[in-house]
C-alpha cells in the first residue's frame, strides 16, 4: 500500500519514515526541497521523493493518484506573521488535492485544544482540523501537547533553562498544567492508527500518564539530571517581556518563543486516553520519556532536531537558490594551506561547531553569537544535532548546511545570523590543500561598512581556523592529552 507523507524532512515525520517503511509500506515523500531530503540508504528503494508546496496549487498536480493513506504533519507557526491563513490556505490545497486519489485514510497531528480560549496557534490546528475533515475520506486527528523526545523543541528549551540556570525568576503561565508524551509514543500512535476503522472519523486526545505544571517539569528534568534548582514565579512578567526571557535564555527564535509562551498559557490535559485502550498502547512516564531522550543523545542516536528545520531561525528559503556562491559584488576571504592529513582535517570539518567549536578564538565566536541574540537571530545556542555526521539542511550554530560531501571534502554553510547582507561559509579539500573561503554578499553601504569592520576578526579567527583544521599533529596531542 502506498502511503502519503507531508513533512518527510521534519522532527516527526524523519521518525515515522522507517517505521512505515518497516511495516511494509511504500511511502510517498513530500518534500519542499528536494536538497534537504537525506534519508538512509537502506529506506530509499522503498521510497518515492515528491517536490511538493502546499501553498502551490500546480506542485499539488503531482501528488500520484494510487495512494492509500496520508499523513498531514506540516505546520507553518514561526515561518511568518500570517501563519494562520497560510496554514488555512494549505490545508484547504492539500484537501483538494487528495480530490483525485483513491486516499482511504487520512491522519493529522494537531495539538491538544479542549480550551474555549486558545492561542493564535492552536486556533489555527483547529481551523486546519476543521478544513481538513471535509473530505471525501476517513480521517483522524491526533492531539498531542508537549512532545519529549531526543532534539524536540520542548525537551531542548527546557534543557536549555534546567542546565543553564541553578536560579529561576519565571513568569506565572509555569503554573499552567500540560500532559507531556515521550515521541516513540507519539509515532506508535500514528503508525498503528493507520488505517484501523476504529479510528475513523474521530479525533483523540494522546499524552502520558503524568498531567503536570511546566514548573514540575522543568525540576523533574533537573531530578533525573541529579540538578538542584530552585524556581521563583513572579505575576508581573508580561507575554513579551516571557518571550524575550525564553529567547535569550534557550535556543529557540524570538517568533517562536512569542507563539509558544501564548500558548503555554492554556492547558493542555487529554480529555481521555480512550486511544490508548484501541491501539493497546501504555505511553511512557515524563520521567521515562526523559530518559529515553537522553539514552539516544548518549549514544549518539538523534534521528531529527526541531534545529534543523528553518522555524529555528525564522528564515523560510530553498536551499537549491543559495547553493551556488556568488561572485560578482561580492567580499571574499579565501585562505589555502596545505593538509597533513587528509582524513584528519575531514574529520576536523565534520565535528566543527556545538560542543566542538570553531577550533580558534571560540570567545570571539561567542561573543558574536551574543550580539547576534540581542539583534533578534539564533546565536549559538543551536550547535548541532549529532556531533559527527551532517547533512544537507542541518543547522550548526547560527549557519545553515547547504552542500556536504565527506568523500568529496567539502562543506558549505550560509549564515542566518542576522547580517546587512548574506555570508558563505565553504571548506574544500583539493589534492592536498584546504581551501577556506568566507563570503559575504553586502546589502547597501550598510552592508560594507560590516564586512570592513569586521575585516580584522578575519585575518585572526579564520587564519587560526584553518591551520587548527591542517594541523594533524596538533589533534594528535590533543587527543592523547585528552
Given at each position: 500500500?502506498?502511503?502519503?507523507?507531508?513533512?518527510?524532512?521534519?522532527?516527526?515525520?524523519?521518525?515515522?519514515?522507517?517505521?512505515?517503511?518497516?511495516?511494509?509500506?511504500?511511502?510517498?515523500?513530500?518534500?519542499?526541497d528536494?536538497?534537504?531530503?537525506?534519508?538512509?540508504?537502506?529506506?530509499?528503494?522503498?521510497?518515492?521523493?515528491?517536490?511538493?508546496?502546499?501553498?502551490?496549487?500546480a506542485?499539488?498536480?503531482?501528488?500520484p493518484?494510487?495512494?492509500?493513506?496520508?499523513?498531514?504533519?506540516?505546520?507553518?507557526?514561526s515561518?511568518?506573521?500570517?501563519?494562520?491563513s497560510?496554514?488555512?490556505?494549505?490545508?484547504?490545497?492539500?484537501?483538494?488535492?487528495?480530490?483525485?486519489?483513491?486516499?482511504?485514510?487520512?491522519?493529522?497531528?494537531?495539538?491538544?485544544?479542549?480550551?474555549?480560549?486558545?492561542s493564535?496557534?492552536?486556533?489555527?490546528?483547529?481551523?486546519?482540523?476543521?478544513?481538513?475533515?471535509?473530505?471525501?475520506?476517513?480521517?483522524?486527528?491526533?492531539?498531542?501537547?508537549?512532545?519529549?523526545?531526543?532534539?524536540?523543541?520542548?525537551f531542548?528549551?527546557?534543557?536549555?533553562?534546567?542546565?543553564?540556570l541553578?536560579?529561576m525568576?519565571?513568569?506565572?503561565?509555569?503554573?499552567t498544567?500540560?500532559?507531556?508524551?515521550?515521541?516513540t509514543?507519539?509515532i506508535?500512535?500514528?503508525?498503528m492508527?493507520?488505517?484501523?476503522?476504529?479510528?475513523?472519523d474521530?479525533?483523540?486526545?494522546?499524552?502520558?500518564?503524568d498531567?503536570?505544571?511546566?514548573?514540575?517539569?522543568l525540576?523533574?528534568?533537573g531530578?533525573?539530571?541529579?540538578?538542584?534548582?530552585?524556581i521563583?514565579?513572579?505575576?508581573?512578567?508580561?507575554?513579551?517581556?516571557?518571550?524575550?526571557?525564553?529567547?535569550f535564555?534557550?535556543?529557540?527564535?524570538y517568533?517562536?518563543a512569542?507563539?509558544?509562551?501564548h500558548?503555554?498559557?492554556?492547558?493542555v490535559?487529554?480529555r481521555?486516553?480512550?486511544?490508548n485502550?484501541?491501539?493497546?498502547?501504555?505511553?511512557?512516564?515524563?520521567?521515562?520519556?526523559?530518559?529515553?531522550?537522553?539514552?539516544?543523545?548518549?549514544?549518539?542516536?538523534?534521528i531529527?532536531?526541531?534545529?534543523?528545520?528553518?522555524?529555528?531561525?525564522?528564515?523560510?528559503?530553498?536551499?537549491?537558490?543559495?547553493?551556488?556562491?556568488?561572485?560578482?559584488g561580492?567580499f571574499?576571504?579565501?585562505?589555502?594551506?596545505?593538509?597533513?592529513?587528509?582524513?584528519s582535517?575531514?574529520?576536523?570539518i565534520?565535528?566543527?561547531?556545538?560542543?566542538?567549536?570553531?577550533?580558534?578564538?571560540?570567545?570571539?565566536?561567542?561573543i558574536?553569537?551574543?550580539?547576534?541574540?540581542?539583534?533578534?537571530g539564533?546565536?549559538?545556542?543551536?550547535?548541532?544535532?549529532?556531533?559527527?555526521?551532517i547533512?544537507?539542511?542541518?543547522s550548526?550554530?547560527f549557519?545553515?548546511?547547504?552542500?556536504?560531501n565527506?568523500?568529496?571534502?567539502?562543506?558549505?554553510l550560509?549564515?542566518e545570523?542576522?547580517?546587512?547582507?548574506?555570508?558563505?561559509?565553504?571548506?574544500?579539500?583539493v589534492?592536498?590543500k584546504?581551501?577556506?573561503?568566507?563570503?559575504?554578499r553586502?546589502?547597501?553601504?550598510?552592508?560594507r561598512?560590516?564586512?570592513?569592520?569586521?575585516?580584522?576578526?578575519?585575518?585572526f579567527?579564520?587564519?587560526?581556523?584553518?591551520?587548527?583544521?591542517?594541523?594533524?599533529?596538533?589533534?594528535?596531542?590533543?587527543?592523547?592529552?585528552a
Amino acid at each position: 500500500m502506498k502511503i502519503l507523507l507531508t513533512g518527510s524532512t521534519g522532527y516527526i515525520g524523519k521518525r515515522l519514515l522507517p517505521v512505515l517503511i518497516e511495516l511494509g509500506y511504500e511511502v510517498v515523500c513530500c518534500v519542499r526541497d528536494i536538497e534537504r531530503f537525506n534519508p538512509p540508504k537502506s529506506l530509499r528503494k522503498n521510497i518515492t521523493i515528491l517536490k511538493l508546496d502546499l501553498l502551490d496549487k500546480a506542485s499539488l498536480e503531482n501528488v500520484p493518484e494510487d495512494i492509500d493513506g496520508a499523513y498531514y504533519l506540516v505546520h507553518s507557526m514561526s515561518s511568518s506573521e500570517d501563519y494562520q491563513s497560510l496554514e488555512e490556505t494549505s490545508a484547504i490545497n492539500f484537501r483538494e488535492a487528495l480530490k483525485k486519489t483513491k486516499v482511504k485514510h487520512v491522519i493529522y497531528l494537531s495539538g491538544i485544544i479542549n480550551e474555549k480560549q486558545l492561542s493564535k496557534h492552536l486556533s489555527s490546528r483547529k481551523n486546519v482540523e476543521i478544513e481538513l475533515s471535509k473530505g471525501d475520506y476517513n480521517f483522524t486527528t491526533l492531539r498531542a501537547g508537549i512532545i519529549i523526545g531526543s532534539g524536540s523543541a520542548s525537551f531542548e528549551i527546557i534543557r536549555d533553562l534546567v542546565e543553564k540556570l541553578p536560579v529561576m525568576v519565571t513568569p506565572k503561565w509555569l503554573q499552567t498544567k500540560c500532559q507531556p508524551i515521550g515521541i516513540t509514543n507519539v509515532i506508535e500512535f500514528l503508525s498503528m492508527s493507520l488505517f484501523n476503522p476504529k479510528t475513523f472519523d474521530q479525533n483523540f486526545d494522546i499524552g502520558g500518564p503524568d498531567v503536570l505544571s511546566y514548573k514540575n517539569m522543568l525540576l523533574g528534568f533537573g531530578k533525573v539530571r541529579n540538578l538542584k534548582r530552585k524556581i521563583f514565579i513572579v505575576p508581573i512578567m508580561t507575554p513579551k517581556l516571557s518571550s524575550y526571557w525564553l529567547y535569550f535564555v534557550t535556543s529557540t527564535s524570538y517568533k517562536l518563543a512569542t507563539s509558544l509562551v501564548h500558548s503555554m498559557k492554556i492547558e493542555v490535559v487529554c480529555r481521555d486516553n480512550r486511544l490508548n485502550t484501541i491501539l493497546g498502547i501504555s505511553p511512557l512516564s515524563y520521567e521515562d520519556s526523559l530518559k529515553k531522550a537522553f539514552d539516544k543523545i548518549e549514544n549518539n542516536e538523534i534521528i531529527s532536531s526541531w534545529k534543523d528545520a528553518y522555524s529555528s531561525s525564522g528564515l523560510d528559503f530553498n536551499i537549491s537558490d543559495f547553493i551556488q556562491v556568488p561572485y560578482f559584488g561580492c567580499f571574499k576571504d579565501s585562505r589555502t594551506r596545505l593538509i597533513e592529513n587528509r582524513k584528519s582535517s575531514i574529520e576536523k570539518i565534520w565535528s566543527i561547531g556545538g560542543n566542538t567549536g570553531w577550533y580558534y578564538g571560540n570567545w570571539l565566536w561567542k561573543i558574536r553569537g551574543f550580539i547576534d541574540k540581542l539583534f533578534g537571530g539564533v546565536g549559538l545556542r543551536r550547535g548541532r544535532t549529532n556531533p559527527s555526521i551532517i547533512n544537507v539542511g542541518d543547522s550548526i550554530d547560527f549557519w545553515r548546511v547547504l552542500y556536504s560531501n565527506k568523500k568529496e571534502g567539502r562543506l558549505l554553510l550560509f549564515a542566518e545570523m542576522k547580517l546587512p547582507g548574506e555570508a558563505w561559509l565553504e571548506f574544500k579539500i583539493v589534492h592536498d590543500k584546504l581551501i577556506q573561503t568566507a563570503t559575504f554578499r553586502p546589502l547597501g553601504l550598510a552592508g560594507r561598512l560590516y564586512w570592513f569592520a569586521v575585516f580584522p576578526f578575519h585575518g585572526f579567527i579564520f587564519k587560526g581556523m584553518l591551520k587548527r583544521i591542517t594541523d594533524h599533529n596538533k589533534m594528535e596531542k590533543q587527543l592523547k592529552a585528552a
